[in-house]
């Protein structure tokens, strides 16, 4: 008896299948999630530990900022969704982020110091 396998999200349904030769295909960005570079967004800016390409905490450096581009490490298929949340005080200035298949670019009055939280969408 043969298994097919089929992935939604990060779950894998195993299910009887008659017949033949396996072929799995998968989206590079199933279950691989790199660590992005964050670029543009002051002098010494940080990502969290365990921040990655679907989630994480962006803590913005010194200077006058007001975006900051996180850029994927492994391009999406097509353009994903963002949420973002103020992880500190000082992200009352805290606007909005637009999306591309590479980067998202993070908007507001003023985000010195500000630290916020990101999820990307697929």
């Known amino acids: 008896?043969?298994?097919?396998?089929?992935?939604?999200?990060?779950?894998?349904?195993?299910?009887?299948?008659?017949?033949?030769?396996?072929?799995?295909?998968?989206s590079p960005s199933v279950g691989q999630y790199g660590t992005p570079v964050v670029s543009s967004c002051g002098t010494s800016p940080s990502l969290a530990t365990g921040s990655n390409d679907q989630r994480g905490v962006v803590t913005v450096g010194t200077?006058?900022?007001?975006?900051?581009?996180?850029?994927?490490?492994?391009p999406k298929g097509s353009t994903p969704y963002c949420e973002i949340a103020p992880a500190n005080a000082t992200a009352v200035g805290l606007g909005y982020c637009t999306v591309s298949t590479t980067a998202i670019t993070i908007t507001g009055v003023s985000l010195t110091g500000a630290a916020f939280t990101y999820v990307v969408i697929q």
């Open 1 to 26: 008896m043969r298994r097919r396998l089929t992935l939604i999200g990060a779950m894998a349904l195993f299910a009887a299948a008659p017949c033949c030769a396996d072929t799995i295909q998968v």
């Open 63 to 74: 200077g006058a900022i007001t975006s900051c581009i996180i850029t994927f490490t492994i």
